[in-house]
């Protein structure tokens, strides 16, 4: 070999190195900086997949129960789209049949569906003025998970994995836990990467059973013949990496060992036969029995490993007034699948002094219309203009209800707080700036919040 081709090797390996070292920096255990001082080290993201009704749970509407049974004036909803109503033309207000009470300090409005995150109002912020731009269940929740409504798209965990890294040496930084009848509509790219490197995509964990299909290791194969067979694929792929570039190699090397590691980090999370009864207890947890509960308890013990983002995925919020569906009989069950876990969570995060580094976000892709829906029995239909979520921890100013909507609660009217600017607020708790944390992909720098986003200053403590 010449000299020629010497020096050319050289520089494709060390421009195979930097090319591949944004995968690498997101290999286990490599904590990265943000733009400024972060307030928040981890998020974990209940979702409520479906769209819970703002009006059966937060937002209490006097006047709506007044005017129940009447028209909706049609200066709220001229020019307006819904999914399932069409012009909604003669369609009749809805008051909600819940009692609703004051609770705390703060004075939080919550209704009689939910006794025991009545009982923590004074450590979360209730915001009634959400808003999303996109009216049908998947891609509302790729947006409200994306930033868009286009697949393809990185998830908001990606991002952050992608912008500070993983604290965790033996686990993903992204892991997704799931409850309910079913998995949310969209799926996997709910949790996708899009354009990242796959190293920073979501890695779903399953409460019972094998944490992750296909992780154990098969009958007959000793420890030591597995590390053989995982060092012969590194070497071949670290010579791969060298000669191509390409970053997806470095990805498949950090698979690789994080399975490896996880084969006992991962059944170890997921026994919580060490947790104490009272533990247990509080969080309402059957150790027999899968629930959302139980995958809580499972967040919290992630987040004190180290791991940057928790989602749990919950359904079915959707509440038509179809079979199944319905606001009188299946609307409270969803709501009491998921209460005392809620509540558990926070309470068990504060107790431990975990609150205070953890951000914790509640809420869906959107809300539910203030008219009724008719169908079997009365349900609401999608709403895109005003639905809650609430937020406590890591930076979150606790004890207040932030926004305000109108008096139907139809839209809101202050402090309005769009899907974009609570992607740009959850990065800024993080030390990361919205409008810097960007990916070039196809020519174009593109980001969490696309070119909208602002800091909901008033949410912070």
């Known amino acids: 070999m010449g000299i020629g081709s010497v020096a050319l090797a050289s520089l494709m390996a ?15 255990g490599v904590p990265l900086r943000g733009t400024h001082p972060a307030r928040a ?55 909600s049949r819940r009692q609703f009470k004051q609770h705390g300090q703060s004075g939080t409005w919550v209704s009689d569906l939910l006794p025991h995150t009545a009982g923590i109002v004074d450590d979360i912020s209730v915001v009634t003025t959400c808003q999303t731009t996109l009216f049908n269940h998947a891609p509302a929740k790729l947006f409200m998970n994306t930033g868009s409504g286009q697949f393809g798209r990185p998830s908001m965990g990606s991002w952050v994995s992608y912008g500070i890294g993983s ?27 899009g354009f990242l490197p796959t190293t920073y995509q979501g890695v779903p964990l399953r409460s019972q059973g094998e944490p992750i299909l296909n992780l154990t290791t098969p ?21 791969r990496l060298l000669s191509t570039g390409d970053a997806e190699i470095q990805t498949r090397i950090n698979a690789y060992e994080m399975a490896y590691r996880m084969q ?19 969080y309402g947890v059957d150790p027999a029995q899968p629930s959302f509960a139980r995958n809580c308890l499972l967040a919290r013990r992630l987040v ?17 007034g179809g079979k199944g569906e319905t606001l009188e009989d299946d609307f409270p069950k969803v709501v ?35 008219m009724g829906e008719n169908r079997d029995k009365t349900g609401r239909n999608h709403h895109i203009d005003a639905f809650t979520m609430w937020f406590a921890g890591g930076g979150i100013r606790p004890g207040q209800t932030y926004g305000k909507t109108d008096e139907l609660g139809f839209d809101a009217i202050e402090d309005k707080a769009h899907v974009h600017d609570i992607h740009a607020t959850l990065l800024h708790l993080l030390g990361l700036d919205h409008e810097k944390l960007t990916f070039k992909f196809q020519g174009r720098d593109f980001r969490l919040t696309d070119v909208h986003g602002k800091v909901l200053s008033g949410l912070l403590a």
């Open 167 to 193: 604290e965790s040496s033996d686990l993903p930084s992204f892991v997704v836990l799931q409850s309910g009848p079913r998995g949310p509509r969209g799926g996997a790219v709910n949790w996708g990467s």
């Open 304 to 320: 004190e490993r180290g791991v940057r983002f928790v989602q749990l995925y919950h359904t079915n919020w959707d509440s038509h």
């Open 14 to 28: 060390e421009r195979g190195l930097q090319a591949a070292s944004a995968a690498a920096q997101a290999g286990p």
């Open 336 to 370: 009491h699948d998921i209460d005392q876990g809620c509540a558990a969570l926070i309470r068990d995060l504060k107790s431990r002094g975990l609150l205070e580094e953890t951000l914790v976000i509640w809420g869906g892709e959107f809300g539910r219309t203030p």
């Open 41 to 95: 080290k981890n998020v974990i993201f209940l979702f409520m997949a479906g769209g819970p009704s703002q009006l059966e749970l937060f937002d209490y509407k006097p006047r709506l129960q007044q005017l129940s049974g009447q028209p909706i004036p049609q200066s709220y909803i001229e020019g307006k789209r819904f999914a399932f109503m069409g012009s909604s033309h003669g369609v009749k207000l809805l008051g």
């Open 219 to 239: 009958t007959g194969v000793d420890p030591h013949s597995q590390r053989r067979v995982i060092d012969a694929v590194r070497q071949l792929n670290r010579q």
């Open 264 to 282: 006992t980090s991962a059944p170890e999370l997921i026994d919580i036969r060490g947790e104490s009864k009272a533990t247990l207890d509080l």
